[in-house]
T-cell receptor
Framework: GENVEQHPSTLSVQEGDSAVIKCTYSDSASNYFPWYKQELGKGPQLIIDIRSNVGEKKDQRIAVTLNKTAKHFSLHITETQPEDSAVYFC??????????FGSGTKLNVKP | GAVVSQHPSWVICKSGTSVKIECRSLDFQATTMFWYRQFPKQSLMLMATSNEGSKATYEQGVEKDKFLINHASLTLSTLTVTSAHPEDSSFYIC?????????FGPGTRLTVT
């Protein structure tokens, strides 16, 4: 099955700085890579996703890059704000069938 | 956007009793729903795939007889934790596929005393 690894487990940045979270996956057949934000006691919320036919996608302060050859993808958050503080999960899926999650990154944005 | 709800949001039960958790897609029909389990400060672990009108598909290591899943309609899937024990205490999250995205419910916190 698919194995998704995520780094770092915790990340602390100053407000306004950028944050980068990286994930690798093992199954080359995976073709959909979403990122989720989870706040304490709540379910994950989709913040951005990328499909295997695209190398980069951007939505305002959030961007995701995908390197299919190396089987890794990254989340980039620019101009971080305190409300960005949460746990972020990457995931990989083949044809939206099963979703396999990374171990999560706790992001702390210090004001 | 698509909304998935769960009920209850939290539940406390005594050891040995059974607990039912509901997952509903509020504004769309979902032929497939997924159930996850999340321990504190850990990732989501897929427990099973719930298919409307057929038996659920369980991940390896998940006890079918302990975690009963019923997907009776296109908008409702239920997870019943039977004969619950303290080690079943966890955060249970469901999700449903709408189009080409997966939407998650808010989760249910189960505490077994």
């Amino acid at each position: 099955g698919e194995n998704v690894e995520q780094h770092p487990s915790t990340l602390s940045v100053q407000e306004g700085d950028s944050a980068v979270i990286k994930c690798t996956y093992s199954d080359s057949a995976s073709n959909y890579f979403p990122w989720y934000k989870q706040e304490l006691g709540k379910g994950p919320q989709l913040i951005i996703d990328i499909r295997s036919n695209v190398g980069e996608k951007k939505d305002q302060r959030i961007a995701v890059t995908l390197n299919k050859t190396a089987k890794h993808f990254s989340l980039h958050i620019t101009e971080t704000q305190p409300e960005d503080s949460a746990v972020y999960f990457c995931a990989a899926s083949k044809d939206f069938n099963k979703f396999y999650f990374g171990s999560g990154t706790k992001l702390n944005v210090k004001p | 956007g698509a909304v998935v709800s769960q009920h209850p949001s939290w539940v406390i039960c005594k050891s040995g009793t059974s607990v039912k958790i509901e997952c509903r897609s509020l504004d769309f029909q979902a032929t497939t729903m997924f159930w996850y389990r999340q321990f504190p400060k850990q990732s989501l672990m897929l427990m099973a795939t719930s298919n409307e009108g057929s038996k659920a598909t369980y991940e390896q290591g998940v006890e079918k007889d302990k975690f009963l899943i019923n997907h009776a309609s296109l908008t409702l899937s239920t997870l019943t934790v039977t004969s619950a024990h303290p080690e079943d205490s966890s955060f249970y999250i469901c999700s449903a596929t709408f189009g080409d995205e997966q939407y998650f419910g808010p989760g249910t916190r189960l505490t077994v005393t």
